[in-house]
């Protein structure tokens, strides 16, 4: 049987050339080249790119149960290394990933980066580099880039100004995550003043204290001259009467925008209907996530006629995913969600739908769930929201409808144990390889843990049991 180094040099030697860019896997990229003339050659002809991440060997080093500081360091410097001498080989990086660690000297990460001239994607995601050297980092970072992500990479007001350096000379950046980072309202100026690309096009910038009257005061460096499809800025200060440039920035974007998540932010009435007149017009949405912003009743119900007008029902917004949770939403929400589904394009369209820690009752519940019966349903959040019996007893008979469903949270409610029996039970059978279940704290569940156990450890089903029983 031929090995698998022969079966990749035989693809590539046959490649036409004209289909272009070919990804090798990165842990096979040296060696196949080291070994193998024609797979060299097959390299040279046909520009192959390569994906580079830490494969398992350097991620067992790094995170070893009896790994050392010397061997961390020692581990990410042979990492580092060999990336490098890809970027030497005839093989281009395409996109270099690094997650989770500490760049005690990141000499050779900078020269990989200044060698990699077509690099298009930098995934920084959670590493340490010192204060002191990650402004020789930014500057290393080549103009070729398309998608810059330096999620938790503890940038600071000290590194705002290399930041605002490599902004400037990225034209063709496309997508951008600066979350979890601590930039504040005055470090915006490295996202929005110095940002060269207007190709710019999904921006994230959750957790980074960031307040809305920051905006408004600095209108030059709004984020309201991008045309985004998706923008992300929950969990930050955002205020409902000072979100102007938020508002104008949704409005712009218009049928470009496809995900929105202001979650966790303090919109609260106001800030919603202003959101809620924003949104009108962008027809293409997906995503929506609301959650957090305490706007109550009257507020969402302004943003559900937004999502489906009942004077243009073609109009009506394919959303696949809804948060709602954490909004001190009643009853009256709940009927207002079911008039807005039934009957629209929404139940063709929505797969993922959160009502969690609302107080919507059973009348409430029973409402979403008959709104979403004919959904192609993969998550429901319904934590906290005050079910008892009938409405446990409504989801479990409509489990068997949801053939996907890989995400329930029902935690926190009254739920009797005929009810979480039936639902495990559906949630086991049901197609999806990864499912995920959510019941503890309900009044039945201690006179079924055993049997829910069995149940769902039969159907390969993830669930909180463990947390019940403490």
Request: hydrophobic share 45%; with cysteine; charged share 15%.
């Amino acid at each position: 049987m031929p090995s698998a180094a022969m079966n990749l040099e035989d693809f590539l030697s046959k490649m036409p050339v004209d289909l272009g860019e070919f990804l090798v896997p990165a842990t096979r990229a040296l060696l196949l080249r080291r070994v193998s003339t024609r797979t060299r050659d097959a390299v040279e002809k046909l520009h192959c790119r390569v994906d580079v991440q830490p494969g398992k060997m350097i991620r067992r080093m790094y995170g070893g149960e009896n790994a050392t500081a010397a061997d961390r360091r020692e581990a990410v410097q042979l990492f580092l290394v060999r990336s490098l001498q890809l970027s030497f080989g005839g093989f281009r990086l395409r996109s270099f990933t690094l997650h989770g660690m500490v760049i005690g000297q990141p000499d050779s990460l900078n020269a990989m980066l200044l060698h990699a001239s077509g690099l298009q994607v930098l995934d920084m995601y959670n590493n340490h580099i010192d204060d002191a050297e990650i402004g020789g980092v930014f500057a290393s970072i080549p103009s070729s880039l398309q998608v810059l992500r330096l999620a938790r990479q503890w940038i600071n007001r000290a590194a705002v100004t290399p930041l605002c350096a490599l902004l400037a000379r990225l034209p063709l950046l496309e997508e951008l995550d600066l979350s979890e980072n601590y930039l504040n309202s005055f470090g915006m100026e490295a996202l929005t003043a110095s940002v060269a690309s207007a190709r710019l096009s999904r921006v994230s910038l959750g957790f980074n204290h960031l307040k809305s009257r920051f905006w408004n005061e600095h209108p030059e460096i709004g984020i309201d001259r991008f045309v985004l499809q998706k923008l992300d800025v929950q969990h930050n200060m955002l205020q409902g009467v000072f979100g102007d440039s938020i508002y104008a920035c949704v409005r712009g974007s218009g049928p470009a925008l496809h995900d929105l998540n202001v979650s966790y932010n303090d919109l609260r009435p106001v800030g919603v209907s202003y959101l809620s007149a924003a949104i009108r017009g962008c027809c293409s949405l997906r995503h929506l996530n609301l959650a957090g912003n305490l706007c109550g009743d009257a507020a969402l119900a302004l943003l559900l006629a937004a999502v489906n007008p009942t004077e243009s029902a073609g109009q009506c917004m394919p959303l696949e995913s809804l948060d709602l949770a954490h909004n001190h939403l009643t009853g009256a929400s709940a009927r207002k969600f079911h008039q807005c589904v039934v009957g629209s394009v929404l139940q063709r369209s929505l797969r993922s739908v959160s009502f969690s820690y609302n107080d919507i009752f059973d009348p409430g519940a029973l409402l979403v769930l008959q709104a979403l019966l004919p959904c192609a349903m993969t998550k429901l959040g319904l934590a906290e929201v005050a079910m008892g019996t009938p409405s446990g007893m409504s989801l479990a008979g409509t489990m068997l409808h949801w053939p996907q469903l890989a995400s329930l949270d029902v935690h926190g409610n009254a739920l009797c144990s005929t009810s979480l029996v039936l639902i495990a039970q559906g949630m086991s059978e049901n197609k999806s390889r990864q499912k995920s279940v959510m019941f503890t704290g309900n009044w039945g569940e201690k006179e079924c843990s055993e049997q829910l156990e069995r149940i769902m450890r039969g159907g390969h089903t993830h669930a909180s049991l463990a947390q019940a029983r403490s």
